[in-house]
């Protein structure tokens, strides 16, 4: 309560914005009942969202509803969840997480073309090798810092997506072709569809693949988020420095992130690939990288119902506004840039994300550090500057 | 003797920030560094607690060479600090500070809590409030507050009385003279040579990277070099003049060199 009104009165110039504590306060007393309540009516609202009624006002100019939600919005929904750990959680700018949705990719493009695993077997390997990239990449790298740290992720993304393209093992630029669809698992009917088949022609059983893998993601993170670990992360997002003199090996906390981060990422590049049934290296551009941290930061980094609204948003509003033809390109780029204006913290942050917001981190840990405070700027980009030196 | 230093080099990138200081904490002691901007004092205590890796030299700390350990486990060993800039998590609220305090440590957190609660009132009654929101001297309790949690047998203060109220700084002062009445060891790094010569017990004077000086801080109270270098007085004696004056362009170039000072 103490912690409300405070940040109320800090901010004159908040009033009349559109303030979610009112509904953070109820759901902070709700009991056990309802919140199960909310979540199953939330789950039920996802599986209900393929359907024509909602499709007819959410993709009006004739492009498939279904497929929208199962090639871009669930797919950007899971990596935004999965670059939320690294970013949101941990505080570390990761600039080339498209890096691990390539390895998932190109883990089951090579081993079903090749090897003749299945989806299943596929899946949990792509898994584990995004996981080590995500350490190979993490452990030589997460000395550093901030911009330093970005670079470096920057450059990772594109060593990635060169080597597939400059490499015959995986066809170069022509890519990996006839990735198997998963197998299906029962053919049994519901409401007109066959949630369980997996198929060429219907894209719903994709989407209900992704919102199971969503749906055990967000618990999984959830878990995470309210342990030892995530305080950990909380810790080395607010300060690195104290969190290490507090006892926390802040190193591996920051390993850890970069790999759980990237094992999401890599199963969404399984099932991207299983339902396009090819890939290319111009699937693993950079750009995919910048719109998805984007989704988390639009959405209100750190906060699992933001990033998810941030990636559903990211994705739907381009195909939503086909009619607009070339300019909706145009009109996203300003609804992003005044977006950032006129709230930084994004559409939903979490309240401590307000609050570090406010005290000048810019709520990004270490990487807001560095441009925000005019008491650590210059010192600190100096710093790291020697560091890097070494 | 529960911390040693002998001997420290530490380099930022190729500029060395310490030139070989050795300094000593008895258990049970107040002992300050002191010393201009830029002469090596954050750095040392970043050092011994393991914030920054030596080139040379070596820490022991209560039998045990900790030179090479991570700083993550220094705190286990005991060493608690209260940084530069005072480090509060802006984000967590008081408690939950308190709690990271704690962090490393297993079992009953209670009675930690309750005796930082009671040492600074102020910040039980702020329990709930996210750390960023308070004022710089609550921000000072709650670093030091949160460094007592481990139960450290040495603290480390960086600069508690920077940026704050003469009133204030009395009170944290007075604070840090209970926390060693109750058995802690303390090492502060001040720059406010004044208020910390009249608490500890014994000093060293930090130039460049060195030390340049070692005493019973009574004495150096009295000592007229450091009385015009470090608190303002004596200037008229021709000696310590230009003692004045050699430190200045030597200040500047260890400036550059604890790159990490605000």
């Known amino acids: 309560m103490n912690l409300t009104k405070n940040l109320k009165g800090n901010g004159g110039s908040r009033a009349g914005r559109l303030s979610l504590d009112p509904v953070r306060d109820w759901w902070a007393t709700a009991p056990g009942t309802v919140r199960w309540a909310v979540y199953l009516a939330l789950i039920v609202g996802a599986l209900l969202l393929p359907s024509e009624a909602v499709g007819s006002f959410m993709a009006p100019s004739g492009s498939d509803w279904a497929t929208m939600l199962s090639d871009q919005i669930g797919i950007y929904v899971l990596l935004a969840l999965g670059l939320n750990v690294v970013v949101g959680m941990a505080g570390l700018l990761d600039l080339g997480y498209v890096a691990f949705y390539a390895v998932g990719g190109y883990t089951i493009g090579i081993f079903a073309t090749k090897y003749g695993w299945n989806f299943w077997e596929t899946l949990l390997l792509a898994i584990g090798l995004a996981a080590l990239s995500g350490v190979l990449l993490g452990a030589p790298t997460l000395r550093l810092r901030g911009d330093y740290l970005a670079i470096v992720t920057l450059g990772f993304g594109e060593i990635i997506k060169k080597t597939a393209s400059n490499s015959d093992y995986v066809n170069g630029p022509r890519g990996i072709q006839g990735i198997p669809h998963p197998p299906s698992l029962s053919e049994f009917e519901i409401l007109g569809v066959q949630p369980l088949k997996y198929g060429l022609l219907d894209s719903r059983p994709y989407y209900y693949l992704l919102v199971f893998f969503i749906v055990l993601t967000i618990i999984f993170v959830k878990r995470m988020e309210n342990s030892r670990v995530g305080r950990a992360w909380s810790a080395i997002r607010e300060d690195e420095d104290a969190a290490e003199l507090m006892g926390v090996p802040t190193f591996r906390f920051k390993l850890a992130a970069f790999a759980i981060g990237a094992a999401i990422g890599g199963s969404g590049g399984v099932v991207f690939a299983a339902k396009q049934t090819s890939i290319n290296p111009e699937n693993f551009v950079f750009l995919v990288s910048a719109l998805i941290l984007a989704a988390v930061v639009l959405g209100g980094s750190g906060n699992i119902p933001g990033v998810i609204l941030g990636a559903f948003m990211l994705a739907w509003l381009p195909e939503r506004f086909r009619e607009l033809q070339d300019y909706r390109m145009l009109l996203f780029g300003a609804a992003l840039v005044a977006m950032m204006v006129f709230r930084p913290e994004g559409l939903w942050p979490s309240r401590r994300r307000k609050a570090e917001l406010e005290e000048g981190t810019g709520g990004m840990g270490t990487m807001g550090a560095e441009v925000a405070g005019p008491v650590t700027a210059g010192a600190g980009v100096a710093g790291e500057a020697a560091e890097v030196k070494k | ?262």
């Open chain 2, 1 to 262: 003797m529960l911390l040693e230093i002998s001997d420290i080099h530490v380099h930022y990138g190729k500029i060395a920030a310490l030139k070989g200081v050795s300094a000593e904490v008895e258990q049970g002691e107040i002992v300050t560094l002191i010393g201009a901007n830029g002469a090596g004092k954050t750095t040392t205590l970043k050092t011994i607690s393991g914030l920054r890796p030596l080139s040379s030299g070596r820490i022991v700390f209560d039998g045990q060479d900790i030179s090479r350990m991570p700083g993550h486990k220094r705190v286990l060993a005991g060493i608690g600090q209260s940084p530069e800039g005072r480090g509060i998590f802006p984000g967590m609220t008081v408690e939950e500070n308190l709690l990271m305090g704690a962090y490393a440590r297993k079992g009953d957190v209670s009675k930690e809590l309750n005796e930082v609660y009671e040492l600074f009132p102020r910040l039980a009654e702020r329990k709930s409030q996210a750390g960023g929101t308070m004022s710089g001297g609550e921000q000072q309790m709650l670093a030091i507050g949160r460094a007592m949690m481990a139960k450290p047998k040495v603290l480390l203060l960086d600069e508690p009385s920077m940026g704050l109220a003469p009133k204030l700084v009395q009170q944290i002062f007075e604070i840090i003279l209970e926390i060693n009445r109750r058995g802690c060891t303390v090492l502060l790094v001040e720059q406010n040579a004044q208020q910390a010569l009249q608490i500890a017990h014994r000093a060293y004077v930090l130039e460049t990277g060195r030390v340049v000086k070692s005493a019973p801080a009574r004495d150096l109270l009295d000592d007229p070099e450091v009385r015009a270098a470090y608190l303002g007085g004596d200037l008229g004696e021709a000696a310590s003049q230009s003692d004045a004056a050699d430190d200045a362009p030597a200040a500047d170039d260890a400036e550059t060199g604890d790159v990490r000072k605000g």
